[in-house]
C-alpha cells in the first residue's frame, strides 16, 4: 500500500497574528464557523474532503525553527515544507534560517515570506544556491495562493520522495550497469512545480498559473489572455491524449487524473512533465474549477529511455524478460493510482508445449517460442508489454484497458492468433494458449497481488480445458463474456432489422400542444427482449459500432419524418441524440445529415440534435467545429441534462444553441430542495434572457407540473406524466390528436427516468 501524504509544514515568524492566519487558511477544522464563507469564497466549495488536513508546526525565531526541525527528524516525522519570514529580531534572519535548515534536511521545501521590496533577491538566491527549493511570498498573503503552495510543495516533497525509492529500485534490478543513472535521483528532486487552476466550464478556461511557468520561457498574463492557453503550452502530438485525460476528469465519480506529455517551452524546445489535475465540484456534483500542477519529469524519462537501451530482454525471443516485465507493471500501477488510465496483466502458457519440445527437440520448440512471439507482438500495441517469463509461459502488459471487456478482446485475438497451425521444420504443427487475466482496479493493493490474480485466472484456465481465458473472478468473466456476447449480437442487429425507433412527446406546458418528438433507440433483441438505449449504445461506443448505428438512426428519424408528413400529422422537429463518437466523425457526420434531409426532402430545422454538457466540453477542448457546422446547415442543437455538470451557466453565452434539456434530477431536487429550485429558476432566466428554449426532461408528477407552471409560460418538458416513449404507429396516433394530457399511468405515482 502507498504511504499517505506528508503534510508536515513549520511555519517560522516573529508575529503571532500571522500564526493564527496561517492556521486559518491551513487548518479549516481549527478555524471559526468564518472559515466555512472564506472556503467557498477561495474554492468554491466548503465540502472538500479529498485531500488529508495539514499538520502546521510553529516557531518564533530561526534558533525555534532549528530545534523543531531537528526534533521532528529524529523521530521519524521530517517537515515536508516550511515558510520563513524574511526578518525575525532580534535571532537569525530568514536567510542564515533557511542556511541552518537546509544544513539538517536539504529535501525541505520553503517559501520565503516578506513585505519589504527593498530585499535583493538575486543576492539571496546566490547565496542559498537554491534553484526550486525556495519560492517567495510576498506579504500581504493572498489566501488561495497560501493554500496551493502548501498543496503542490507537499505534494512535490511526497512524489520527490517516491521517485527517490524508484530509482532505488531501478539501481538495484540492474545493478551495474545503471551506475551512470545515479544523478537521475538529484535532477528529479529538483524539477520545478507549476500550479494552475480552469474554470468549470467547456472551454476550460486558464484564470490561473504559478509564476514560475516564466522558468519555460512563458508569461504568465500572455497565457490568461489566451483561449488557446493549451495549444500554447501542449505538443500538438500529445494533445489527444491530453484531452482523454481531461474527459476522466469530468467523469462525476472521478478524484483526479494524471498524464505525462511535451510541454511546448517559450523558445520551441520541449520538456516531458507529468500533469495531476483534480476536479472541484460542488456538493450536487457539479463541477467549479479543475486544479493542476505540472512537475517537469525530462530527467526522469530519460533515465527510463536509458534503462530502456541496457535491452533486459529475453535472448530466445527478443521480447521483455520477468524483470522488465514487473517493473514496468510496477510503474503502471503506481501510475494508475494517481489517476492514468488503467491497464491489464494477461498471463499465457501454451498448451501441450511438451510433446513439441519432446518430438523436435529442443531447437523445434524454440523455433515455436519464437514465432509465437511474434504473433503475440502483432496483436498489442507499441504502448503495450510483451514478455516471455520462461519456459513456454508469456505475459502481456496491455495498456490504457478502459474497460474490462477490451481485455477479453485483446485475449480472444491472442487465442485466435496462437492458434492458427505452425509450420516447423517442414511440419504442420497446432498449439493452443490458456490465459488469465487480472484488469487494474482501485482496489488493486499491489502489483505483486495482480500477478498472483493472473496466476489464479491462468491456473482456471487450464482446469477448465485449457484453449481459453478467465479473469480473476467468476462475477468479471461472466459480466465481460456477457458484455462481448452483447457487441457481436449488436453487429448483426441492423443488417437482421432487429433495431426500432420509439418517440417521446415533447409538449408545451401553458397549452399542452405536441410540439415535437425525441426519437429513442431500442434494440429487439431475439433472447433478451426489447433493449434500451443504455444497454448497448456504451458497447457501439467502446466497438466503434456507434457510427453506423448512429447513421441509421438518422436515416430512420428521416424516413418517419417523412411518413408524418405525408399523413399530415408531422412534428415540427425531431429531437436525435449524438454521442462523441459520431462528433469526432466531423465531414462524415455533416455528410450523413445532408443526404439524409435531401434523401427524404426535409428541410434542417426539423432535426434538432442532442449532445450533453461533457460532450460539449470535450468538443470545445479539441477546437471540432462540428457543432458550429451543423448549426450552419439549419438544424437544431440542443444540450441535453443540463445542469448536471457544471456550477457556472454563463458560459451558455458564447455558445448557439436552440434548447437547453434540464435533467430530470434536477427536476426532482428542486420539489424537495429550495436551493435546487432556485438553481432550476436561474436556469431558466438565463436561457430566456438568452434567448433559448427551455425542455424539462422525465416529468412525472402533478406537484413537479405545477412548480414549472410557476417558472414562465414558455417552458417545454416531457416525460411520464404526458407519455412514455412509445413505437411509431402509437406516437402518429399521439400526433394525430395534437395536444397531451396527464397519462393515466402517472396518476399512479412516481416513475422511472422517462427515456
Request: proline residues 4%.
Amino acid at each position: 500500500m502507498s504511504k499517505p501524504q506528508n503534510r508536515r509544514i513549520l511555519l517560522a515568524d516573529d508575529t503571532p497574528a500571522i500564526h493564527e492566519d496561517f492556521r486559518k487558511i491551513l487548518l479549516p477544522a481549527a478555524a471559526d464557523a468564518n472559515l466555512d464563507d472564506l472556503e467557498s469564497a477561495l474554492f468554491g466549495t466548503s465540502a472538500r474532503k479529498s485531500e488529508a488536513d495539514f499538520v502546521l508546526d510553529s516557531a518564533y525565531q530561526g534558533q525555534e525553527a532549528l530545534a523543531k526541525l531537528r526534533e521532528a527528524l529524529a523521530a521519524e516525522a521530517p517537515y515536508a515544507m516550511a515558510f520563513i519570514d524574511m526578518r525575525m529580531p532580534p535571532g537569525w534572519d530568514g536567510v542564515e534560517t533557511i542556511e541552518q535548515l537546509w544544513l539538517e534536511d536539504p529535501r525541505l521545501q520553503i517559501v520565503i515570506c516578506t513585505a519589504y521590496a527593498d530585499q535583493s533577491w538575486v543576492e539571496v538566491f546566490e547565496r542559498l544556491d537554491a534553484r526550486d527549493r525556495l519560492l517567495v511570498l510576498k506579504k500581504p498573503f493572498d489566501p488561495i495562493e497560501v493554500r496551493q503552495l502548501a498543496s503542490a510543495l507537499t505534494m512535490k516533497w511526497q512524489m520527490t520522495q517516491d521517485a527517490a525509492f524508484k530509482m532505488n529500485q531501478l539501481e538495484q534490478a540492474v545493478e551495474e550497469r545503471t551506475r551512470e543513472l545515479s544523478d537521475a535521483n538529484i535532477i528529479v528532486q529538483n524539477s520545478p512545480t507549476i500550479l494552475y487552476r480552469l474554470r468549470g466550464e467547456p472551454a476550460f478556461p486558464l484564470i490561473y498559473i504559478s509564476h514560475n511557468i516564466t522558468k519555460f520561457g512563458h508569461e504568465p498574463a500572455a497565457l490568461l489572455a489566451n483561449p488557446n492557453w493549451a495549444d500554447v503550452l501542449i505538443d500538438p502530438a500529445d494533445q489527444p491524449g491530453v484531452a482523454a485525460a481531461m474527459a476522466r476528469v469530468l467523469e462525476k465519480d472521478a478524484e483526479g487524473a494524471s498524464i505525462e506529455y511535451r510541454l511546448c517551452t517559450g523558445d520551441g524546445a520541449r520538456r516531458w512533465v507529468e500533469n495531476r489535475y483534480v476536479p472541484v465540484r460542488d456538493k450536487d456534483g457539479r463541477l467549479i474549477e479543475v486544479e493542476g500542477i505540472v512537475i517537469d519529469v525530462t530527467e526522469r524519462k530519460a533515465a527510463e529511455e536509458q534503462l530502456a537501451r541496457l535491452a533486459r530482454t529475453d535472448g530466445l525471443t527478443g521480447l521483455a524478460n520477468r524483470a522488465t516485465l514487473v517493473e514496468r507493471l510496477h510503474q503502471a500501477h503506481a501510475a494508475a493510482r494517481r489517476g492514468s488510465v488503467p491497464f491489464a496483466l494477461h498471463c499465457l502458457d501454451l498448451d501441450h508445449f511438451k510433446p513439441v519440445n519432446d518430438m523436435f527437440g529442443h531447437p523445434g520448440g524454440d523455433l515455436l517460442l519464437r514465432e509465437v512471439a511474434l504473433r503475440l507482438k502483432n496483436c498489442t500495441r507499441e504502448t503495450d508489454v510483451v514478455a516471455r517469463l520462461g519456459g513456454d509461459e508469456f505475459a502481456v502488459l496491455q495498456s490504457e484497458m478502459t474497460d474490462p471487456a477490451a481485455a477479453g478482446a485483446l485475449a480472444e485475438k491472442i487465442q485466435q492468433a496462437l492458434a492458427r497451425p505452425y509450420m516447423i521444420n517442414g511440419n504442420q504443427v497446432h498449439a493452443s494458449a490458456s490465459i488469465g487475466i487480472c484488469p487494474y482496479a482501485s482496489s488493486s493493493e499491489s502489483p505483486e497481488e495482480m500477478l498472483a490474480q493472473a496466476d489464479v485466472a491462468l491456473y482456471r484456465s487450464k482446469e477448465q480445458g485449457r484453449n481459453q481465458y478467465h479473469f480473476h473472478s467468476e462475477e468479471l468473466d461472466f459480466e465481460v463474456r456477457d458484455r462481448v456476447a452483447l457487441g457481436e449480437d449488436l453487429k448483426q442487429a441492423i443488417e437482421r432489422e432487429e433495431l426500432e425507433l420509439y418517440y417521446q412527446p415533447q409538449v408545451e406546458l401553458s397549452s399542452g400542444k405536441i410540439v415535437g418528438v425525441e426519437a429513442l433507440l431500442r434494440w429487439n433483441h431475439p433472447k433478451r427482449g426489447l433493449l434500451d438505449a443504455a444497454a448497448f449504445v456504451p458497447i457501439a461506443e467502446r466497438t466503434g459500432g456507434i457510427v453506423a448505428l448512429g447513421r441509421w438512426v438518422l436515416d430512420q428519424a428521416c424516413r418517419q419524418l417523412s411518413v408524418w408528413r405525408e399523413q399530415g400529422v408531422a412534428p415540427p422537429v425531431v429531437a436525435i441524440n449524438l454521442s462523441l463518437g459520431q462528433l469526432r466523425q466531423g465531414g462524415e457526420l455533416i455528410r450523413d445529415v445532408t443526404e439524409s434531409l435531401a434523401k427524404w426532402q426535409l428541410d434542417p430545422s426539423v432535426l434538432e440534435f442532442d449532445v450533453t454538457e461533457s460532450t460539449l466540453a470535450q468538443m470545445t477542448w479539441t477546437h471540432n467545429d462540428v457543432l458550429p457546422r451543423l448549426r450552419a446547415l439549419g438544424v437544431r442543437i440542443a444540450i441535453d441534462d443540463f445542469g448536471t455538470e457544471y456550477s457556472s451557466f454563463e458560459y451558455l453565452r458564447t455558445y448557439r444553441v436552440n434548447h437547453l434539456k434540464i435533467a430530470q434530477s434536477m427536476l426532482k431536487r428542486a420539489i424537495d430542495d429550495p436551493d435546487s429550485a432556485a438553481t432550476v429558476r436561474a436556469i431558466m432566466n438565463l436561457a430566456r434572457e438568452a434567448r433559448i428554449g427551455i425542455i424539462v426532461e422525465g416529468l412525472e408528477t402533478q406537484t413537479q407540473l405545477a412548480f414549472l407552471q410557476s417558472t414562465g409560460p414558455t417552458t417545454l418538458a416531457q416525460g411520464y406524466y404526458f407519455s412514455e416513449a412509445v413505437m411509431a404507429t402509437e406516437a402518429g396516433d399521439l400526433l394525430r390528436s395534437g395536444t397531451m394530457e396527464q397519462s393515466e399511468r402517472s396518476k399512479g405515482g412516481d416513475h422511472g427516468a422517462a427515456a
